[in-house]
Protein backbone atom coordinates (compact mmCIF):
# COMPACT_ATOMS: atom_id res chain seq x y z
CA UNK A 1 0.00 0.00 0.00
CA UNK A 2 1.05 3.46 -1.19
CA UNK A 3 -0.54 6.86 0.56
CA UNK A 4 0.06 10.16 -0.62
CA UNK A 5 -0.43 13.38 1.06
CA UNK A 6 -1.19 16.22 -0.41
CA UNK A 7 -2.97 19.94 0.48
CA UNK A 8 -0.88 21.41 3.22
CA UNK A 9 0.48 24.91 2.52
CA UNK A 10 0.87 28.27 4.73
CA UNK A 11 -2.21 29.32 6.40
CA UNK A 12 -2.65 32.45 9.04
CA UNK A 13 -4.59 31.72 12.07
CA UNK A 14 -8.22 31.31 11.81
CA UNK A 15 -7.70 29.80 8.40
CA UNK A 16 -8.60 26.43 6.93
CA UNK A 17 -6.76 23.65 4.41
CA UNK A 18 -8.07 20.38 3.69
CA UNK A 19 -5.26 17.43 3.51
CA UNK A 20 -5.91 14.13 1.09
CA UNK A 21 -4.46 11.37 1.36
CA UNK A 22 -4.72 9.11 -1.72
CA UNK A 23 -3.98 5.12 -1.19
CA UNK A 24 -2.90 2.53 -4.18
CA UNK A 25 -1.87 -0.68 -4.47
CA UNK A 26 -3.48 -3.65 -2.31
CA UNK A 27 -6.01 -1.25 -1.20
CA UNK A 28 -8.79 -4.01 -0.48
CA UNK A 29 -7.66 -4.66 2.73
CA UNK A 30 -7.25 -1.15 4.40
CA UNK A 31 -8.90 -1.28 7.12
CA UNK A 32 -8.37 1.99 9.56
CA UNK A 33 -6.87 5.22 8.17
CA UNK A 34 -5.75 8.09 10.28
CA UNK A 35 -3.85 11.52 10.32
CA UNK A 36 -0.76 12.50 12.39
CA UNK A 37 0.97 15.15 13.01
CA UNK A 38 4.68 15.58 14.26
CA UNK A 39 6.04 19.35 15.53
CA UNK A 40 9.71 20.22 15.37
CA UNK A 41 11.09 18.60 18.37
CA UNK A 42 8.20 16.72 19.29
CA UNK A 43 6.80 12.98 19.41
CA UNK A 44 4.47 12.23 16.10
CA UNK A 45 0.50 12.31 17.82
CA UNK A 46 -2.89 10.95 16.03
CA UNK A 47 -4.62 13.82 15.22
CA UNK A 48 -7.75 11.58 13.85
CA UNK A 49 -8.95 8.60 13.46
CA UNK A 50 -11.56 6.53 10.83
CA UNK A 51 -12.18 3.00 11.63
CA UNK A 52 -13.49 0.54 8.99
CA UNK A 53 -17.27 1.05 9.80
CA UNK A 54 -17.01 4.62 10.26
CA UNK A 55 -16.48 5.66 13.84
CA UNK A 56 -14.21 8.41 14.57
CA UNK A 57 -11.53 9.70 17.27
CA UNK A 58 -10.00 12.74 17.52
CA UNK A 59 -7.37 14.33 20.03
CA UNK A 60 -8.91 16.45 21.99
CA UNK A 61 -6.38 19.39 20.75
CA UNK A 62 -8.87 19.52 17.32
CA UNK A 63 -12.33 18.65 18.26
CA UNK A 64 -14.43 20.88 16.87
CA UNK A 65 -12.23 21.86 14.26
CA UNK A 66 -10.96 19.20 12.47
CA UNK A 67 -13.08 16.51 10.74
CA UNK A 68 -11.51 13.67 9.25
CA UNK A 69 -13.76 11.57 6.33
CA UNK A 70 -12.98 8.89 4.06
CA UNK A 71 -14.02 8.02 0.64
CA UNK A 72 -13.24 3.94 0.15
CA UNK A 73 -14.68 3.80 -3.49
CA UNK A 74 -11.75 6.37 -4.60
CA UNK A 75 -8.95 4.59 -1.90
CA UNK A 76 -9.13 8.19 0.12
CA UNK A 77 -8.55 9.62 3.59
CA UNK A 78 -9.67 13.73 3.98
CA UNK A 79 -8.97 16.27 7.19
CA UNK A 80 -10.34 19.27 7.05
CA UNK A 81 -9.14 21.38 9.32
CA UNK A 82 -10.76 24.85 10.77
CA UNK A 83 -9.94 27.63 12.59
CA UNK A 84 -6.42 26.95 12.34
CA UNK A 85 -3.85 27.44 14.99
CA UNK A 86 0.17 28.29 15.34
CA UNK A 87 -0.08 24.89 17.64
CA UNK A 88 -1.17 23.27 14.48
CA UNK A 89 2.18 23.87 12.24
CA UNK A 90 3.61 19.87 12.03
CA UNK A 91 4.41 17.76 9.42
CA UNK A 92 0.73 15.67 8.64
CA UNK A 93 0.98 12.01 7.93
CA UNK A 94 -1.67 9.71 6.70
CA UNK A 95 -1.61 6.03 8.21
CA UNK A 96 -3.32 3.01 6.84
CA UNK A 97 -3.85 -0.27 8.52
CA UNK A 98 -4.35 -3.60 6.64
CA UNK A 99 -5.11 -6.87 8.25
CA UNK A 100 -5.00 -10.26 6.21
CA UNK A 101 -5.12 -13.16 8.13
CA UNK A 102 -5.21 -11.76 10.94
CA UNK A 103 -2.08 -9.95 10.74
CA UNK A 104 -1.94 -6.13 10.71
CA UNK A 105 0.78 -4.04 8.87
CA UNK A 106 0.45 -0.69 8.79
CA UNK A 107 1.77 1.92 5.93
CA UNK A 108 2.92 5.39 6.06
CA UNK A 109 2.86 8.28 3.62
CA UNK A 110 5.80 11.12 3.11
CA UNK A 111 4.47 13.69 5.17
CA UNK A 112 2.90 17.33 3.86
CA UNK A 113 3.66 20.02 5.83
CA UNK A 114 0.99 22.37 7.23
CA UNK A 115 2.52 26.27 8.25
CA UNK A 116 -0.57 28.62 10.62
CA UNK A 117 1.26 31.84 11.20
CA UNK A 118 -0.09 34.17 13.83
Given at each position: ?37 Q ?17 I ?62
Open positions: VQLVESGGGLVQAGGSLRLSCAASGNTFNINTMAWYRAPGKQRELVAVIYNRGSNYADSVKGRFTISRDNAKNAVYLQMNSLKPEDTAVYFCKAWTVVAGTALDYWGQGTQVTVSS
